[in-house]
Every structure is written in structure tokens, then in C-alpha cells.
């Protein structure tokens, strides 16, 4: 394992990586990855973060994100990471941050990690579904449709029709029901490149073969959160 200081040394130019663990709720799922970039950068800035700057006519803050949410979806465990010009005290940084951020947004930890955020690898989901059907018979199609290998996804990307296999990565999925008209659905997917699969594909490939949205919107509904980040071995990653 390299060592914290050989990692972020602030030698020929290289900054130092300081990571903070975030979460993002509420009425903030709503805001896009660039809008939040732009929001975090802000927060920095009046945090008196120490930010190292890209080069050029127009230097911004150099912030790497880890995988990005869609626009909808609440977390618990996103990842920023800041370049730094200088060492400072991370529980200093989280209580600045935390100042310059809505409570929404809240700053969960803050250390100098030893590894790359391209090293988690697959995240845990919850998705909570309200509908006006029978949740009882809802959850049995649920369960016999993400047990299967080719459980696929038909989606319209930029215009042309897609399709996405979804049912590799949803056979330990769990359907549990929460009561007459609602349902929780948990189950871990990947996050790395070339593994990705974003949960409203799953969603989307459910309602295809099932119609559960079919009706009010108001009624039929559900929120995806992803809850826990993992690494390539399905442990906590940090």
C-alpha cells in the first residue's frame, strides 16, 4: 500500500487529493452533475478551500467526482475529490464546507485517501415503489423477472432504439412489500466502466414486462437511492 504522504506529497507540481464523502437528497436529486460541479466548486471557493487550479485563460478549481448519479436519484455516498495547494486539517474542511452547502448537501468525511476513486466498483441501490396495484402480486413479477439472465431494457438513446440486458446483474436483487400499495426493491450493480448499469435501466425493463406505472403518476412511482459504495470485491470502499 503507498503511503499517505507519498500519495499526496505536493512535489513538481502534483496537488494533493483530499476526499470528501457526500450525500445528496431531497429536492437537490433534481439538480444535474454539471449544475452540482459548478455547486461545489462555489462551496469551495467560499469555504476557503486551498483548491489547486487547472492551467489556462479561464483556471477553475480542479474537483474529480466519482460515478455521478442521474438526475432524480438521491445518495448517500457520493465522492468528491479536491486537488489541494497545500496540506490542511480535513475535519476544518468538512465543517467549512458543510457552512457553504444546503442541508441537502452535507459533507459526510473528509481523509486523504491511498487509492483511486476509479477503484469502487459497484454500489448498493434501494428503490422504493409506490403503486395503486396489488403490491403482493406486483413483488412476484418483480422477483421472476430480475431473476432472469435476459431481462432486457428497450430505451431510446439520442433517437435510435436501444437495448441494454439488465437481468446479468439483478439475480440478487431483493423484493420486499412495504405495504398494500408499496414495495422496496434492493439490489447491487456496477458502477466501474464498462460494468455500469445505471438502476433506471431495471426500472424501465420492469415496467416494460409489467405496465406498474401505467396510471396516475402521483400513484405510481418510485425513487432510487444509492446507499453504499463498493469495491471490486463488494466491500465498503472508502
Aim: glycine share 6%; net charge neutral.
Amino acid at each position: 500500500m503507498v503511503s499517505e504522504e507519498k500519495v499526496n506529497r505536493p512535489c513538481d507540481n502534483v496537488p494533493i487529493r483530499l476526499r470528501f464523502l457526500f450525500r445528496k437528497v431531497g429536492r437537490l436529486r433534481y439538480v444535474s452533475h454539471l449544475e452540482l460541479v459548478r455547486t461545489v466548486s462555489k462551496a469551495a471557493t467560499r469555504a476557503g478551500i486551498p483548491c489547486w487550479f487547472t492551467q489556462g485563460f479561464n483556471p477553475v478549481p480542479k474537483i474529480v467526482f466519482g460515478t455521478p448519479m442521474s438526475v432524480g436519484m438521491e445518495s448517500e455516498c457520493e465522492f468528491v475529490e479536491f486537488r489541494l495547494t497545500e496540506r490542511i486539517d480535513p475535519s476544518d474542511a468538512l465543517a467549512r464546507l458543510n457552512q457553504a452547502t444546503p442541508e441537502e448537501l452535507t459533507f459526510l468525511d473528509a481523509y486523504y485517501p491511498d487509492n483511486k476513486l476509479t477503484d469502487q466498483c459497484f454500489a448498493e441501490y434501494e428503490i422504493l415503489v409506490r403503486t395503486d396495484k396489488d403490491a403482493e402480486r406486483l413483488a412476484g413479477s418483480f422477483r421472476r423477472l430480475l431473476s432472469d439472465p435476459d431481462l432486457t431494457c428497450r430505451n431510446l438513446t439520442h433517437g435510435k432504439a436501444t437495448e441494454r440486458v439488465v437481468g446479468k446483474q439483478t439475480a440478487d436483487a431483493k423484493v420486499t412489500v412495504t405495504g398494500e400499495h408499496a414495495l422496496r426493491l434492493t439490489m447491487t450493480l456496477g458502477t466501474s466502466q464498462g460494468e455500469f448499469l445505471n438502476p433506471d435501466y431495471v426500472m424501465i425493463a420492469l415496467d416494460q414486462e409489467t405496465h406498474f406505472l401505467d396510471g396516475s403518476p402521483l400513484e405510481n412511482t418510485y425513487l432510487i437511492r444509492r446507499l453504499t459504495a463498493l469495491d471490486k470485491d463488494k466491500k465498503p470502499f472508502r
